[in-house]
Structures are given as C-alpha cells and as structure tokens.
C-alpha cells in the first residue's frame, strides 16, 4: 500500500513538473496531429513545425492541449530566431493558470534573459 500511494505521488509530480511528454489529450486524429508537431519541433524543423502548429490550431480551435501547443510555438520561435514574440507566449504561459507547461515557459523565460 505505501508503494503504491509513494508512486502516486511520484507519477502526481511529474506530471505537474511537465516531466511526461504529452498533455492531456483529445481525439486519437489530434494526438497524431500534435505528435507531428512535436517530432518537428525535436528534429530542428522550426519553420515546418510552426506550419504543422497553425494547421493543428485550425483543425483543434478547442484543444485541451491548448498551452503545450503555446509552449511548442514559442518554442519553434525560438528557433528561428523570433525571441521578442516566443518571450510574449513563454510570459502568457508563466504567468497564467497552473498547468503543466508553468514551470517549463518559466525556465525558457530565465534562458532567454540569460542570453542577453
């Protein structure tokens, strides 16, 4: 019985600190479409993953994997270069509700000013 509450607990603060991959998901077609997303974003495809992050946008207006979708786009802006609008998205994701992509938007923030 103590394991398992002990992995509970483990699996609870992962998941807050945004150590699993992927976000609550939609529709078996939106987890596919996001996980485009993610594989172009992981393979250096800014620019591809950016077109991948707006078609999905369109196709899933109401995505429970709304702020993983920010988090990846300012990630992707990021990388091609695009920090003053990649810092407004990581600030949106800092500052807002809680949620798994808190903590990660925050750390890309203090990245970011560590750059300067």
Same mark, same amino acid.
């Given at each position: 019985m103590a394991k398992l509450l002990c992995l509970i607990? $483990?699996?609870?603060?992962?998941?807050?600190?945004?150590? $699993?991959?992927?976000p609550t998901m939609g529709p078996k077609d939106e987890q596919s479409s996001f996980r485009q997303v993610t594989a172009l974003h992981d393979?250096?495809? =800014?620019?591809?993953?950016?077109?991948?992050?707006?078609? /999905?946008?369109?196709?899933?207006?109401?995505?429970?994997?709304?702020?993983?979708?920010? =988090? =990846?786009?300012a990630s992707c802006l990021?990388?091609?270069?695009?920090?003053?609008?990649?810092?407004? $998205? /990581?600030?949106?994701l800092a500052t807002g509700r809680?949620?798994?992509?808190?903590?990660n938007a925050a750390i890309r923030l203090h990245q970011l000013d560590e750059k300067k």
């Open positions: 607990t $483990l699996a609870a603060a992962l998941a807050s600190c945004n150590m $699993l991959r992927m393979s250096g495809k =800014y620019a591809k993953a950016l077109v991948a992050l707006d078609a /999905f946008a369109a196709e899933y207006p109401a995505t429970p994997m709304e702020s993983a979708a920010i =988090y =990846y786009r990021v990388g091609t270069g695009d920090e003053a609008q990649a810092r407004e $998205l /990581f600030i949106k809680a949620g798994p992509w808190k903590g």
